[in-house]
């Protein structure tokens, strides 16, 4: 824009906490871009973005506050209060930024009124696509889909498949747009959409499926953060490292419309790759944010 002769002008819709990958800075990133630049720059923006608050998860255009050397203009209309995505309910970014940052008692508050915004967990996979289908099936506009992390190649023991291979010739506009009643759908729940594919789109109701990726530490204090590497987990020690996998839930967290289902799998005593004390801290940290098991509504 400093290099266009006459005038130019860049109409950014930017959020907070959807960094899921290297390169990828955010929020922050435009503010050191603005103090790095070689012009005199006026800023046009919502108190939200300057102060930090739910809608940009915590994030802020500046780290400290605004720079004597930055003219800021605040104006609220920039600041879009109704989330377009999920209409029905305004609070889940609140509750995901709550159950993200280890609050359950704050998650509690926000957590979506059911009749408005289901949100419900299972530990079983069988009874997230029913669920899914009881409430899209027979509606051709409606849309339903799973959603897992990049990071966990051990879905694979429950058949769905995470491997980058196999996803390089799987064609993603056919799971977004395809019938229902076609293989490739998403609604067929066969196949489940990483964060990068469905990062900026949404379905109507999501299954997201829970990784071993992000689980609790044995006091329940605190994530532990890993990925998987050969055939094993390795702990993520970097705060950036961190920052990508939570970032990873916020984005699939936030992909429904009108409701969500979340799978905590099980685990397996055989397997050390899929042990099932991590899964059951994350299914007992859910229900204290929460989060009803599907079980309990059908009683």
């Given at each position: 824009?400093?290099?266009?002769?006459?005038?130019?002008?860049?109409?950014?819709?930017?959020?907070?906490?959807?960094?899921?990958?290297?390169?990828?800075?955010?929020?922050?990133?435009?503010?050191?871009?603005?103090?790095?630049?070689?012009?005199?720059w006026s800023i046009v923006a919502s108190q939200e973005v300057i102060s930090g608050g739910a809608s940009v998860a915590g994030h802020r255009l500046f780290q400290t506050d605004v720079p004597s050397c930055i003219e800021v203009q605040y104006e609220e209309r920039a600041y879009l209060k109704v989330s377009v995505?999920?209409?029905?309910?305004?609070?889940?970014?609140?509750?995901?930024?709550?159950?993200?940052?280890?609050?359950?008692?704050?998650?509690?508050?926000?957590?979506?009124?059911?009749?408005?915004?289901?949100?419900?967990?299972?530990?079983?996979?069988?009874?997230?696509?029913?669920?899914?289908?009881?409430?899209?099936?027979?509606?051709?506009?409606?849309?339903?889909?799973?959603?897992?992390?990049?990071?966990?190649?051990?879905?694979?023991?429950?058949?769905?498949?995470?491997?980058?291979?196999?996803?390089?010739?799987?064609?993603?506009?056919?799971?977004?747009?395809?019938?229902?009643?076609?293989?490739?759908?998403?609604?067929?729940?066969?196949?489940?959409?990483?964060?990068?594919?469905?990062?900026?789109?949404?379905?109507?109701?999501?299954?997201?499926?829970?990784?071993?990726?992000?689980?609790?530490?044995?006091?329940?204090?605190?994530?532990?953060?890993?990925?998987?590497?050969?055939?094993?987990?390795?702990?993520?020690?970097?705060?950036?490292?961190?920052?990508?996998?939570?970032?990873?839930?916020?984005?699939?967290?936030?992909?429904?419309?009108?409701?969500?289902?979340?799978?905590?799998?099980?685990?397996?005593?055989?397997?050390?790759?899929?042990?099932?004390?991590?899964?059951?801290?994350?299914?007992?940290?859910?229900?204290?944010?929460?989060?009803?098991?599907?079980?309990?509504?059908?009683?």
């Amino acid at each position: 824009m400093e290099r266009t002769k006459e005038w130019s002008v860049v109409v950014a819709l930017v959020g907070g906490g959807q960094e899921i990958f290297i390169g990828e800075a955010g929020l922050e990133e435009w503010g050191r871009a603005v103090l790095g630049a070689r012009e005199h720059w006026s800023i046009v923006a919502s108190q939200e973005v300057i102060s930090g608050g739910a809608s940009v998860a915590g994030h802020r255009l500046f780290q400290t506050d605004v720079p004597s050397c930055i003219e800021v203009q605040y104006e609220e209309r920039a600041y879009l209060k109704v989330s377009v995505r999920s209409h029905r309910a305004q609070h889940i970014n609140q509750w995901v930024n709550s159950v993200l940052t280890l609050d359950a008692s704050d998650a509690q508050i926000n957590l979506p009124d059911y009749r408005e915004f289901p949100l419900v967990m299972t530990r079983n996979l069988d009874v997230v696509r029913q669920w899914l289908r009881d409430r899209s099936g027979g509606d051709p506009d409606k849309r339903c889909g799973l959603v897992a992390t990049s990071e966990d190649q051990r879905f694979r023991a429950h058949g769905l498949e995470n491997s980058t291979g196999f996803r390089s010739g799987y064609s993603y506009e056919k799971w977004f747009l395809a019938p229902q009643n076609d293989i490739r759908s998403s609604s067929f729940l066969e196949v489940p959409a990483s964060e990068f594919e469905c990062q900026g789109l949404e379905l109507d109701w999501v299954g997201v499926c829970w990784g071993g990726d992000l689980t609790l530490n044995k006091f329940s204090a605190g994530w532990d953060y890993r990925k998987f590497r050969g055939a094993r987990w390795q702990v993520c020690r970097s705060e950036s490292e961190q920052a990508y996998i939570r970032n990873r839930y916020r984005v699939l967290l936030t992909r429904a419309r009108s409701g969500m289902v979340i799978w905590v799998p099980s685990g397996s005593v055989a397997d050390s790759t899929r042990d099932p004390i991590r899964f059951e801290r994350v299914y007992r940290y859910l229900t204290n944010a929460g989060v009803p098991d599907v079980a309990d509504i059908r009683s």
